[in-house]
């Protein structure tokens, strides 16, 4: 996904800005960013929730084009056998 080149610009501008801001800011900005990712996982996690609760409801099963509660075929909208 990411190339040797971006990699090292990354360390390169870690090392830049651990010179300018100083090794006692790293802490502060690895904990925002910490709680950044956190709370996109947790509104993540939520999403798949609702969609899963959106598909129970619907009766049908996406992976496989079945309707859950009778096991009928409805992927062309005919029920199949």
């Known amino acids: ?14 090392a ?5 801001r100083g090794p006692k800011t790293l802490p502060k900005w690895g904990q925002t960013l910490g709680r950044g990712v956190k709370a996109a996982r947790k509104e993540a996690d939520e999403l798949r929730r609702d969609a899963d ?3 129970v409801m619907s009766g049908t099963d ?3 084009g079945t ?5 009928t075929d409805v992927t062309d909208g005919v029920p199949k056998p």
């Open 1 to 14: 996904m990411f190339g040797l080149d971006t990699v090292v610009v990354l360390l390169i501008v870690l």
């Open 16 to 20: 830049v800005v651990l010179v300018w």
């Open 53 to 55: 609760v959106t598909d």
């Open 62 to 64: 996406e992976t496989d």
């Open 67 to 71: 309707n859950v509660a009778s096991g």
